[in-house]
């Protein structure tokens, strides 16, 4: 059974960090391109960013760009977002996904096969 279980969310002031985990099992990590997904309140789930299977590659939403970084450690099976400089409005729902796919990056929801149960990022300002 495929599991993705993120932690790490919480409440943080605007300008302040946070750095999200999300934690794989049945399946083998390595070979799936990964991503991260918002839903803040009121609205649709947006893309945020993502990574090839490697490492290597990234690619993030324009919104995101230059504040969030994606990594990730396939010995641990684990996906990352490091969060800086964050704003009100990145106020939102976080869920990591997986695909099994030889395409680098995935950014549209129905590309992904495996989605976690989310955690909730608050930013006051």
């Known amino acids: 059974q495929v599991r993705l279980v993120e932690s790490g969310g919480g409440l943080v002031q605007a300008g302040g960090s946070l750095r999200l985990s999300c934690a794989a099992s049945?399946?083998?990590?390595?070979?799936?391109?990964v991503g991260w997904f918002r839903q803040a309140p009121g609205k649709e789930r947006e893309f945020v960013g993502t990574m090839s299977r490697s490492g290597s590659r990234t690619f993030y939403a324009d919104s995101v760009k230059g504040r969030f970084t994606i990594s990730r450690d396939n010995g641990k099976n684990t996906l990352y977002l490091q969060m800086n400089s964050l704003k009100p409005d990145d106020t939102a729902i976080y869920y990591c996904?997986?695909?099994?796919?030889?395409?680098?990056?995935?950014?549209?929801?129905?590309?992904?096969?495996?989605w976690g149960q989310g955690t909730q990022v608050s930013v006051s300002s």
């Open positions: 049945g399946l083998t990590f390595g070979t799936t391109t």
């Open positions: 996904a997986a695909d099994h796919t030889y395409s680098y990056f995935l950014t549209r929801e129905n590309e992904y096969s495996y």
